[in-house]
């Protein structure tokens, strides 16, 4: 088992990662959808964000690539960055189709997956802070609240396109509206993948 005593680099990195997805993810959050030049300005905003991610993966990759030890399986630690990058690349996919849809009505359901997808985000790094400290067991109460979060994202989607197929007559609006209930419910899923991943790192090493 690692030491507790200091930070491993490869933790580090895994938080450094970790805080620039909590951070596009608040953007995406607090961003304003009023007018066709919001939707450029947050797309190009999420797009700067996934290329800083993937600048920080290939930076892990390359130190796992020249490191004989590593704190946990390499794999873990390889699993865990590709995880939190499937939910930056989500966000950003998903905000590229609001742009790519000219789509400024912000729904409640819209805006309850968004805010549910950001407390995930705060958990995520949460548990990542204490995969720092080395303080593993400490990190299922955050994992808990991820798995919550994410199902009440499938009850938002579920009711949400249900109420979409009932009222919207309109099918361009229809396909519009569940092109993004569907991706948001994505994105709740890939956090959901980064507890799965997290508890796999706890079950080998606590």
């Not at 959808?33 to 190009?44: G, M, P, Q, R």
């Not at 996934?50 to 020249?66: A, P, Q, R, W």
């Not at 390889?78 to 400024?104: K, P, Q, Y």
Request: hydrophobic share 40%; glycine share 0%; with cysteine.
């Amino acid at each position: 088992m690692f030491s507790p005593k200091k930070q491993d680099p490869f933790f580090v990195s895994l938080h450094k990662i970790a805080e620039n997805m909590r951070e596009a993810i608040h953007y995406a959050n607090n961003a304003k959808y009023e007018t066709i030049a919001d939707l450029k300005d947050v797309s190009i905003k999420l797009k700067k964000y996934e290329t800083y991610g993937d600048h920080l993966i290939h930076e892990l990759i390359v130190m796992l690539n020249k490191s004989f030890m590593t704190p946990i399986e390499r794999e873990d630690i390889l699993a865990l960055a590709n995880r939190l990058d499937d939910v930056l690349d989500g966000m950003e996919h998903c905000i590229a189709h609001f742009e790519m849809f000219s789509f400024t009505e912000m729904d409640s359901s819209i805006k309850t997956f968004l805010e549910l997808i950001t407390k995930s985000s705060n958990e995520i790094v949460a548990a990542i802070e204490l995969l720092n400290r080395k303080n593993l067991l400490e990190m299922r109460k955050h994992i808990i609240l991820i798995k919550d979060y994410e199902r009440e994202c499938d009850e938002v989607s579920r009711s949400s396109i249900k109420q979409l197929f009932l009222n919207e007559k309109d099918p361009i609006r229809l396909i519009k509206f569940k092109d993004i209930y569907n991706q948001l419910e994505d994105i709740a899923d890939y956090c959901q993948d980064v507890a799965n991943t997290l508890e796999t790192i706890i079950m080998r090493n606590a």
